[in-house]
C-alpha cells in the first residue's frame, strides 16, 4: 500500500528567509506525486506535480520540488517565503494514473514571521 | 468557469440525523471525488465517480453512507444515523481525465459537526 510521511508538522520561517517542506512516500512504482497548499478553511490547491522526465519540478508561487527515487523524497522548497505562504501543505502520491485517488500525508503547516 | 462548489460549507447536527451534501463540479468534468478530513489529518480518499458510475468506494466509507451523481453533473453525499466520529471536513474534487496528467480541482469543503 502506499503511504507519505510529512516529517514535520509545524515550521516557522522568517518572510524572506528559505523554505524545505519535507516528504517521503512508499510506492511500488513509478510514483505521480503532488504538493498541495490549503489555507485555513479552504479547498486544496494543486502546487505542483511529477510523472516523469526531469526531477526538479515548477509550480505556481514560485514553489519548486526535487523528486530524488533513491531517497523515496519529493521535498518542497522556496528559495524566498512570503507572508501570504502561511498555510497548511500537503504531499500526495496518486495511485497509477488515477490522479484523484491520492494518498495524502498529514500536512506541514507553515507559519512566517514578519 | 466558476469552479467546484459545495453546500453547505457548515452543518451542525444532532447524533443520529441525516445530512446531505452537495458537489457541483467543473461543467464537463467526467471524474467526480469525494474525500473526507479530520483536523490534524491529511483528506483520506472516500468514493469516485465517472459520468454517473460509482467507481471505487473507500473501506471507510460505511454502510452509513451513500454517495450519488445521476446524472453525471452533481454528486450528493448523505450521511445516515450521524455519529460524532463523522465529525469533518468533506472535500469534493473533480477533473476531465482519468490520467494523472489531469489536474485534480477541489472545492472549498463542508464541514460537518456532529454534537
Known amino acids: 500500500a502506499q503511504s507519505v510521511t510529512q516529517p514535520d508538522i509545524h515550521i516557522t520561517v522568517s518572510e524572506g528567509a528559505s523554505l524545505e517542506l519535507r516528504c517521503n512516500y512508499s510506492?511500488?512504482?513509478?510514483?505521480?506525486l503532488f504538493w498541495y497548499v490549503q489555507s485555513p478553511g479552504q479547498g486544496l490547491q494543486l502546487l505542483l506535480k511529477y510523472f516523469s522526465g526531469d526531477t526538479l519540478v515548477q509550480g505556481i508561487k514560485g514553489f519548486e520540488a526535487e523528486f530524488k527515487r533513491s531517497q523515496s523524497s519529493f521535498n518542497l522548497r522556496k528559495p524566498s517565503v512570503h507572508w501570504s505562504d502561511a498555510a497548511e501543505y500537503f504531499c500526495?502520491?496518486?495511485?497509477?494514473?488515477?490522479?484523484?485517488?491520492?494518498?495524502f500525508g498529514d500536512g506541514t503547516t507553515l507559519t512566517v514571521k514578519p | 468557469d466558476t469552479g467546484v462548489s459545495q453546500d453547505p460549507r457548515h452543518k451542525i447536527t444532532k447524533r443520529g440525523q441525516n445530512v446531505t451534501f452537495r458537489c457541483d463540479p467543473i461543467s464537463e468534468h467526467n471524474r467526480l471525488y469525494w474525500y473526507r478530513q479530520t483536523l490534524g489529518q491529511g483528506p483520506e480518499f472516500l468514493t469516485y465517480f465517472q459520468n454517473e458510475a460509482q467507481l471505487e468506494k473507500s473501506r471507510l466509507l460505511s454502510d452509513r453512507f451513500s454517495a450519488e451523481r445521476p446524472k453525471g453533473s452533481f454528486s450528493t453525499l448523505e450521511i445516515q444515523r450521524t455519529e460524532q466520529g463523522d465529525s469533518a471536513m468533506y472535500l469534493c474534487a473533480s477533473t476531465s481525465g482519468a490520467g494523472a496528467g489531469n489536474t485534480i480541482y477541489f472545492g472549498e469543503g463542508s464541514w460537518l459537526t456532529v454534537v
Open positions: 510506492y511500488g512504482a513509478t510514483p505521480y
Open positions: 500526495a502520491v496518486g495511485a497509477g494514473t488515477n490522479a484523484g485517488k491520492s494518498t
